[in-house]
C-alpha cells in the first residue's frame, strides 16, 4: 500500500526527526484521519489493508484423480477403521481392509493418509492400501516421497510408457501384471533392457519370474545362470530348481545319483569332495554356514535342489550310512517346500523328521486345508502346537480353529497358553467367532482369556458391520 | 455434595486469564486457615496488599464471596481455592462467622434471580475502582505510546522485548488484561522476520486504536462500547449473559473447531452457523493443559438445536449454548465463494476492528500448490491460502483434486480449515 513505508519509517526513526507524511496514504485513509496523528494514520492504514485483501490469482489446482469412487461402509465400520488407525485393536486392519474390499466397500478417503504411512514400513499392508487407494492412488503417490509404492496401482492403466519411462516401483509393477497376463509377452519386454539394467534391477525383475514360470522360461535362466552378479546367478539358480523337467534338474539328478545310492535297503551317501565349476553355476554355495561342514553343505544343496521325483518316499524310511539322517530330512524339507510336494510334506511329517531351518507349519501348509486340523491333533503330542499353528496362513479352516478354541476353552487360566491365545484370536476364522468360549464369564486377572474374548468380539463386530 | 474436577473448576473462569491466574494460586503456601463444609470453602490469600483476601464459596450455587478488588466471577481467588479443594487441598472444617452469616443471608434472599449481583451498591463501588484503574492505566499507555513515536522505535529491537513485557504486566495490574494481551502480542512481533517494524506499528496503531476508543467510551454507540469493554479485558459474567444476553433460538450447523494447546491452558474454539438465521456462533472453552475438555456439543457437520445466548459486542459472536434437542446429522452446508467470503470477513472487520478470526465456509474450492504452501481455489479462480504448519493431507485425499466444501477459521495467516465434505459427509480435519 502507497504511504504504509513513510509511516513505518516515520516510526522508527521518530516523527520528531521525520514527521509523518500522509499525503502518499490511500484517499479513503486521508478522508477519515482529520488531524489524527501517525498511530491513528497507522490503524486506519491498517485496517484498511486487511479489509482490502485480494484474493489469491492465478493459482492451478492439482488435476483431479479420475475415475469412480466406491460406496462407503456403514458408520460405525468407518469408525471402527479410525479407531484401529488411533491403535485400537490395530492387528485386525489387515482383516478390515480385506473384507471391506471383499465386499465392495470404500475406505473413507480421510483415512488413506495414516494408512499409507501405516503401509510405509510393512510392505504386507501395501496391496490392501493400494487397492483402498482406488483412483487416488497415484495423486497421493505424488503428495509424499514416502508413498512411492502407492504407483503400483498405475498397473491398471497397462501403459507401457510405464515400463519405458516409470520410476522403479511402476515398472516393477508393470512387469508383474504383464507377466500374469503373458508371459512370454514379459520374458521378452524383460530381454530387451536386460544389458543396459543395473545388477540390482535385473534381480529384481527376474524374481518376478516365479509367477506363471514354465519351460519356456528355462533357455533365458539358463543364460543368466551365466551373469556377471552373482545375485542374478543365484534367483536364476533357485528358478530353475522348480522347473520340472529341466536341463538344470538333470544335472542335479546326476549329481545326487553320483553321490546317493539305495542299495539292499540302506541309503548310502558319498559327501561330495570338491566343488566343481559347474555346481558352482548351477548355484550351489560354497560356503558353509557355521554348524555344517562344508562338504555336508554342498551335498544338503544338492538334495534340496534336485526334482524329487528322481527320488523315492519309501526312502524316508530308510537307514542312513555316510552322512547324518538330518542332514537329508532337512534337505528333503527344502525340497518339499520348493516343489509344494503334498505327498512329501505328508509322510515327512508323520515321519517326524527333522526339518532344520525350516518350521514344520511349513510343511504342514503344504497339505490341503481340511487336512489341518486332522494334522496338528496328531502331530500335538510330538510338535509345539503353538508353534505350528502360529506358522500357518490366516484365517485357518473352520475346523482348526474350533478345535484350538475347543482346547483353549478346556485349559483354564494358565499363562501357558497366553500366546496360543493370542494367535488363535486374529487366526479364526468369522464362521468360529461366535464360539461358545466368548459367552464364557472372564475375571479381571484371566488376562489372556479376557484379551481373547475381547478380540474374537471386535472382529465379530467388524464382520458384521462389514456385511 | 461430590468433589469437583479441576477442570468442572476452571470452567467456571470468565476467561482463560483468570483460569490460569487461578491455577498459580491453587497452592497450599497460598493459603491459610482454609476450611471446607458440604456446603461451602473459605481461606485466606495474602494477595500484594497487607491484609490478606478473604475468599468464601458456596458450592451450591456455586456462589463466591472475595475482598480482593477484582470484578471477575469467579475472582481468581476463589478459582485458585476451588482447584486446591479439587485436589483435596482443604481440610473440612467449622464455618467461621463471615463465612456461615454470608451464606445464611444468602439462604434468606432464595428470590434472587440468575444474573443478579449479591450485593448491588458493593458491586458498583468495585466496578467504579475498576473503571479508575483502567482509566489510569490506559492513560499511561497512551503516553507510553506518544513517546515512541516521538522518539522513534530504531533501537527498538533492543529493548522493546522486555519494556513491552513490563508494559503488558502494568496493564494486568490496571486490571485491562486484554489490552495486556494485545501489548504481549506487539512484543512476539519485534525482531521476527523481515517486515517486523511494519507488523508492530500494526499492532501498535490497534492498542492505539482501543487506548483513543476507550477514551470515547460515553460518546460510542453502546455495543461498540462493549466491543471495546471485552477488549479491554473487562469480563462479562456468564450468568449474565444468559439472563440478559441477546437470544436466538436456532438449528445450530457445528462448522468445526480448534482446539489450541498452551503449556499451561488448553483453548478451545466452536464455531456455529444457524440454519435459518445464518447467524455465527463461537463458543470458547478453557481447560488446564493436559485435562480434557468438555465433550463437543455435536460432531462437526451436525446440528444442535438450541438457544444460543451472545456476548454484548458490536459483533455478538462469543455466546453460550443451551442445547434444547439431541444433535441431529445435517446436510452439506452451502458455501461461497471466496471474493464472497472475504467480504464476509470485512463486515465483521468493520462492526470490531479488533476481531482476528471469522469463520468462512467456502464451496467448490480446490487445492493448489502455493510457494512451499497450499491454498484452496474456488471456481472463479480466487484463492486463499491455507496457514502454513497445518498439515493438508487429509483435505487433499478427500478432494482428490475434485471441488469441495471447506469449512475453515479465516486470519491473517491464511485459513485454518475445521471441516470438509466429502460428497455429504463431514469429516473433522
Redesign the interface.
Known amino acids: 500500500m502507497k504511504g504504509w513505508d513513510g509511516l513505518v519509517s516515520s516510526m522508527l526513526l521518530g516523527t520528531d526527526r521525520r514527521p509523518a507524511d500522509f499525503d502518499e496514504l490511500p484517499e479513503p485513509v486521508r478522508e477519515r484521519l482529520g488531524d489524527g496523528g501517525l498511530l491513528d494514520a497507522a490503524a486506519l492504514a491498517t485496517l484498511y489493508k486487511r479489509a482490502g485483501r485480494k484474493p489469491l490469482r492465478d493459482l492451478k489446482p492439482l488435476e483431479a484423480a479420475g475415475g469412480e469412487d466406491r460406496p462407503l461402509p456403514r458408520s460405525g465400520a468407518v469408525r471402527r477403521l479410525a479407531a484401529m488407525l488411533g491403535g485400537f485393536q490395530t492387528a485386525a486392519l489387515g482383516e478390515w481392509l480385506r473384507t471391506a474390499d471383499a465386499n465392495g466397500w470404500g475406505v473413507p478417503p480421510e483415512q488413506l493418509p495414516a494408512l499409507a504411512d501405516f503401509a510405509r514400513n510393512r510392505p504386507e499392508y501395501r496391496p490392501l492400501v493400494i487397492a483402498a487407494a482406488g483412483r487416488r492412488a497415484r495423486w497421493l503417490a505424488e503428495l509424499n516421497p514416502e508413498w512411492r509404492f502407492l504407483y503400483a496401482a498405475d498397473v491398471e492403466s497397462n501403459d507401457p510408457e510405464l515400463w519405458t519411462h516409470g520410476n522403479a516401483v511402476q515398472r516393477r509393477t508393470w512387469l508383474r501384471a504383464l507377466r500374469w497376463r503373458d508371459p512370454a509377452a514379459a520374458r521378452e519386454a524383460l530381454a530387451e533392457v536386460w544389458p543396459s539394467e543395473s545388477a540390482l534391477t535385473r534381480t529384481e525383475f527376474l524374481g518376478l519370474f516365479a509367477e506363471e514360470l514354465s519351460a519356456a522360461d528355462e533357455e533365458f535362466l539358463e543364460a543368466a545362470l551365466d551373469d556377471r552378479s552373482r545375485e542374478v546367478r543365484r534367483v536364476a539358480a533357485r528358478l530353475l530348481a522348480r522347473l520340472p523337467g529341466s536341463q538344470y534338474g538333470v544335472r542335479m539328478a546326476a549329481r545326487l545319483h553320483a553321490h546317493l545310492t539305495a542299495t539292499q535297503g540302506v541309503l548310502a551317501v558319498e559327501l561330495p569332495r570338491t566343488l566343481t565349476q559347474s555346481m558352482e553355476r548351477d548355484g550351489i554355495d560354497s560356503q558353509n554356514p557355521e554348524g555344517i561342514g562344508k562338504r555336508a553343505w554342498w551335498f544338503h544343496q544338492i538334495v534340496a535342489n534336485t526334482p524329487l521325483s528322481e527320488m523315492d518316499l519309501t526312502w524316508l524310511q530308510l537307514p542312513v550310512e555316510g552322512c547324518a539322517p538330518e542332514l537329508l530330512q532337512s534337505a528333503w524339507t527344502e525340497a518339499t517346500i520348493r516343489e509344494g510336494a503334498a505327498q512329501w510334506a505328508r509322510e515327512l511329517l508323520v515321519a517326524n523328521a527333522d526339518t532344520g531351518s525350516r518350521n514344520p507349519a511349513e510343511l504342514l501348509r503344504l497339505l490341503p486345508r481340511e487336512e489341518w486340523a486332522q494334522a496338528v491333533e496328531a502331530l500335538r503330542s510330538t510338535v509345539d502346537v503353538t508353534e505350528l499353528v502360529g506358522g500357518l496362513t490366516v484365517p485357518w479352516p473352520p475346523a482348526l480353529g474350533a478345535m484350538i478354541l475347543d482346547q483353549l476353552a478346556k485349559v483354564g487360566t494358565n499363562r501357558a497358553w497366553a500366546r496360543l491365545a493370542s494367535i488363535a484370536a486374529r487366526a479364526v476364522p468369522p464362521d468360529v467367532l461366535d464360539h461358545p468360549i466368548t459367552r464364557e464369564p472372564t475375571g479381571d486377572e484371566d488376562t489372556w482369556r479376557r484379551r481373547l474374548v475381547e478380540t474374537l468380539a471386535f472382529r465379530r463386530e467388524m464382520y458384521e458391520e462389514l456385511t | 455434595m461430590g468433589s469437583w474436577d479441576v477442570e468442572q473448576v476452571l470452567g467456571l473462569a470468565s476467561d482463560p486469564a483468570s483460569a490460569k491466574a487461578g491455577q498459580g494460586l491453587a497452592r497450599p503456601e497460598k493459603w491459610s486457615s482454609t476450611g471446607a463444609t458440604d456446603r461451602a470453602l473459605w481461606g485466606l490469600c495474602q494477595g500484594s496488599g497487607k491484609q490478606p483476601y478473604q475468599t468464601a464459596v458456596e458450592l451450591a450455587g456455586p456462589a463466591y464471596k472475595c475482598s480482593c478488588p477484582s470484578r471477575k466471577f469467579p475472582c481468581k481467588h476463589a478459582l485458585g481455592l476451588m482447584v486446591l479443594w479439587a485436589r483435596d487441598g482443604v481440610p473440612a472444617g467449622e464455618e467461621p462467622e463471615w463465612v456461615s452469616g454470608w451464606i445464611d443471608q444468602r439462604a434468606a434472599r432464595t428470590e434472587r434471580k440468575p444474573g443478579e449481583v449479591v450485593d448491588p451498591v458493593a458491586a458498583q463501588e468495585r466496578a467504579a475502582r475498576r473503571a479508575d484503574r483502567v482509566s489510569a492505566g490506559l492513560a499511561e499507555l497512551a503516553g507510553w505510546?506518544d513517546d515512541?513515536?516521538?522518539?522513534?522505535?530504531?533501537a527498538?529491537d533492543q529493548r522493546a522485548y522486555g519494556e513491552l513485557n513490563r508494559l503488558a504486566a502494568r496493564m494486568v495490574d490496571a486490571q485491562a488484561p486484554g489490552v495486556a494481551g494485545a501489548v504481549r502480542r506487539a512484543a512476539n512481533v519485534v525482531g521476527r522476520g523481515h517486515g517486523w517494524?511494519?507488523e508492530?506499528?500494526?499492532e501498535?496503531?490497534?492498542i492505539?486504536?482501543i487506548v483513543?476508543a476507550h477514551a470515547h467510551l460515553p460518546d460510542l454507540p453502546p455495543s461498540l462500547a462493549d466491543t471495546v469493554q471485552t477488549r479491554i479485558g473487562w469480563p462479562t459474567e456468564t450468568a449474565r449473559v444468559l439472563a440478559n444476553g441477546e437470544k436466538l433460538h436456532d438449528d445450530w450447523l457445528m462448522l468445526g473447531r480448534v482446539v489450541e494447546p498452551d503449556d499451561r491452558l488448553t483453548v478451545r474454539r466452536v464455531w456455529l452457523r444457524g440454519a435459518t438465521t445464518g447467524r455465527i456462533g463461537l463458543i470458547l472453552t478453557f481447560a488446564a493443559a493436559g485435562r480434557p475438555l468438555d465433550p463437543l456439543p455435536a460432531r462437526p457437520g451436525e446440528y444442535v438445536p438450541g438457544d444460543l445466548s451472545f456476548y454484548p459486542g458490536a459483533l455478538p459472536m462469543r455466546a453460550l449454548l443451551t442445547q434444547t434437542d439431541p444433535r441431529t446429522p445435517a446436510p452439506r452446508p452451502t458455501g461461497r465463494t471466496?471474493?464472497q467470503a472475504?467480504a464476509s470477513?470485512?463486515e465483521a472487520?468493520?462492526a470490531d476492528?479488533w476481531n482476528e478470526r471469522w469463520p468462512l465456509v467456502l464451496q467448490d474450492v480446490?487445492?493448489?500448490?502455493?510457494g512451499e504452501g497450499w491454498?484452496l481455489?474456488d471456481e472463479a479462480?480466487?484463492?486463499?491460502?491455507i496457514q502454513a504448519g497445518w498439515d493438508p493431507?487429509?483435505l487433499?485425499?478427500?478432494s482428490?483434486?475434485?471441488p469441495i466444501t471447506v469449512a475453515a477459521e479465516w486470519n491473517?495467516a491464511g485459513l485454518r480449515p475445521m471441516t470438509c465434505w466429502?460428497l455429504d459427509?463431514p469429516?473433522t480435519?
Not at chain 2, 148 to 154: F, K, M
Not at chain 2, 381 to 385: K, R, T
Open positions: 505510546l515512541q513515536v516521538r522518539q522513534g522505535l530504531g527498538f517494524p511494519g508492530l506499528l500494526e501498535l496503531s490497534l492505539h486504536l483513543s471466496v471474493r472475504l470477513y470485512v472487520l468493520a476492528p480446490r487445492p493448489a500448490r502455493h491454498a481455489v479462480g480466487d484463492g486463499l491460502e493431507l487429509k487433499l485425499a478427500v482428490a483434486g475434485d491473517r466429502h459427509r469429516v480435519l
